[in-house]
């Protein structure tokens, strides 16, 4: 589906991306412009501004006298989020969404110590009332409302440790929680258990209690990973 807004190019990077990404184009494979754009039936300019955001990726190369090559995954820029977007919908998925599950498990529960020694009075709030919001949208398989406080919630806290470097992951760590639930490797309703997590460490973060916030967030991050062994072996 092309995503609203961004016109005749969006349209050859909603084809173009997954395909790159699933290893339909292999690292080395050469894009030939003129072709592209007559399949597309897209002017050769339009084809050139899809061009330019995939190289902004490094999903490809453009040389003179050779084209657009397919560079190799190594050098993609896997942190973009709509990288993991089209990553998150091809065969790779189980392996994306670990590899995404981990870096999250060593980073957040840091942030989370982090936040309950820096957070202000006004991000302990945005902490609660997303949990809170998590709790009301539980039950009843209302997952995509759950997703809205989810979301919030750990960019609240990426956002509260102070740390700008952990803050930028606040889009990656999105792209996990939607990329779940909007493939449906998540139970119907939410763990249970997992909410009541997130509420405790709200409480953690306002109470100053860092080492209290960090090893329950690591507890929430642990069954993330175990909740792929059963829906993402």
């Excluded at 709509?82 to 957040?108: F, M």
């Excluded at 889009?171 to 139970?187: K, N, P, S, Y």
Aim: some cysteine; charged content about 25%; aromatic content about 4%.
């Amino acid at each position: 589906m092309s995503t609203p807004g961004r016109g005749l190019h969006g349209r050859v990077l909603d084809a173009l991306g997954p395909a790159i990404t699933a290893g339909e184009y292999p690292p080395g494979s050469v894009l030939r412009t003129d072709e592209l754009a007559q399949r597309f039936e897209v002017s050769r300019s339009v084809m050139r501004e899809a061009v330019r955001v995939l190289e902004s990726m490094h999903l490809v190369a453009s040389r003179r006298r050779v084209g657009v090559t397919v560079r190799p995954k190594a050098e993609w820029n896997v942190y973009d989020p709509q990288v993991i977007r089209w990553r998150l919908a091809g065969a790779d998925r189980p392996h994306q969404l670990r590899s995404l599950t981990v870096l999250r498990s060593a980073v957040e529960p840091v942030a989370a110590g982090l936040a309950a020694r820096h957070a202000t009075a006004g991000q302990c709030a945005e902490l609660t009332a997303c949990a809170l919001g998590m709790v009301a949208n539980s039950r009843g398989h209302r997952l995509d409302q759950y997703l809205v406080h989810d979301v919030a919630f750990h960019r609240a806290v990426l956002t509260a440790s102070g740390n700008e470097m952990f803050a930028r992951l606040g889009d990656v760590v999105a792209e996990v929680l939607a990329g779940r639930t909007h493939h449906e490797v998540m139970f119907e309703d939410p763990d249970p258990a997992a909410v009541t997590l997130h509420v405790q460490v709200a409480e953690a973060v306002r109470a100053g209690d860092a080492a209290r916030a960090e090893e329950l967030t690591r507890q929430i991050t642990v069954g993330a990973l175990h909740e792929l062994d059963v829906l993402a072996p």
